[in-house]
């Protein structure tokens, strides 16, 4: 329940950013009611899950104050090669993806790479299963098996079926997460059935069958068991901001249990004799497919270290 407006105090307090309108934001105050909020001049900008001090002022809007420190932040490359924050305090990231075409190991190892770096617990989510043959069903689970014994959770899912999603649930207790992924492969119809949110529905194919919505903003929304989900735009590709070898390393946690047993202890795993990482690579221990997805990582990372 809100509390009505005249309620709320002119002195500071605390807040959860939900969502952007354009340059003002979205604050849930702590009663649950929902003010728009400005920021200040050269204010460091607050993101969506970003914890805030703010005040009201005249007209039921506000005025950022500060940010509280975060626990995590969600960032990836800008055109520029910046890091851009996305979302801030989140516990888990969930990478959604849809069947082929849409499936994308590039997309999931990126956003693996990410998550390890930025100590954001990240679990797979392949929706849409409903759509998919017994025979391709299996496909699909050969190519997910070598992220579940890295480990890495993996959840199958589909709006219409009921298991996956009550398992994403409750690995989501009292937890923030965020659905990130590929336009079309169901986040927003994900958060729909979990937060119970009709209203997300808009984001679906009309009732009418015409205009397919795609999410424009991140936006926050509240779980019945007390946790969060934070829907975000889809998006074609997730460039990382510039990361050197070490990080790319970092980003692959299966490879860490090889690296002792290379002959050169400066080895970047590519092409050097000895080289335990690969010896793996050939017995099958670890993914061709994500080795090659390292392989890509470090060539981008030489590249941007030569500047
Ligand atoms: N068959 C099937 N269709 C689904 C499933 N989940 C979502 N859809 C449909 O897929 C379409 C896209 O769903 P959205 O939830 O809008 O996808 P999204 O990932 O939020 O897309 P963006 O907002 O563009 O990033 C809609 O028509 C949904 O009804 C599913 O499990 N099975
Ligand atoms: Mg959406
Ligand atoms: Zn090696």
């Not at 082929?100 to 998550?115: M, T």
């Not at 993996?154 to 409750?170: F, H, P, Q």
């Amino acid at each position: 329940m809100s509390k009505p407006i005249e309620q709320y105090s002119k002195s500071a307090q605390n807040g959860l950013i939900i969502s952007y309108f354009g340059n003002s934001v979205a604050v849930e105050a702590e009663g649950g009611q929902v003010f728009q909020c400005h920021l200040r001049r050269n204010q460091e900008l607050p993101v969506v899950g970003d914890k805030v001090r703010w005040q009201l002022e005249y007209d039921n809007t506000g005025v950022i104050i500060d940010i509280e420190p975060r626990s995590t932040l969600l960032a990836r490359g800008d055109a520029r090669g910046k890091m851009k924050p996305i979302v801030a305090n989140v516990d888990v990231i969930i990478i959604t993806m849809a069947p082929p075409p849409i499936f994308s190991e590039y997309l999931i190892d990126r956003y693996l790479v990410a998550a390890e770096l930025l100590k954001i617990h990240p679990i797979l989510v392949l929706n849409k299963v409903d759509l998919l043959s017994d025979a391709i069903k299996e496909e699909m689970k050969e190519c997910l098996a070598p992220y579940q014994t890295i480990p890495y959770s993996v959840v199958l899912s589909s709006i219409y079926v009921e298991d996956g999603l009550d398992e994403l649930n409750t690995q989501l207790q009292g937890k923030t997460g965020v659905l990130v992924g590929p336009s079309g492969v169901g986040k927003s119809s994900i958060i729909a059935i979990l937060s119970k949110e009709e209203e997300i529905r808009v984001g679906m194919v009309s009732a009418k069958g015409i205009g397919k919505h795609t999410t424009t903003a991140t936006r926050l929304y509240h779980l019945p068991h007390g946790g969060k989900l934070i829907d975000s735009p889809g998006v074609r590709e997730f460039n990382l901001w510039p990361i050197n070898k070490k990080d790319v390393l970092h980003g692959f946690k299966e490879f860490q249990h090889y690296l002792h047993g290379c002959k050169f202890r400066d080895c970047l795993h590519v092409a050097e004799p000895g080289c335990a990482v690969q010896a793996a690579v050939i017995s099958g221990k670890i993914s061709a497919q994500r080795y090659a997805n390292y392989q890509d990582l470090i060539k981008e990372a030489s590249s941007h270290n030569k500047y």
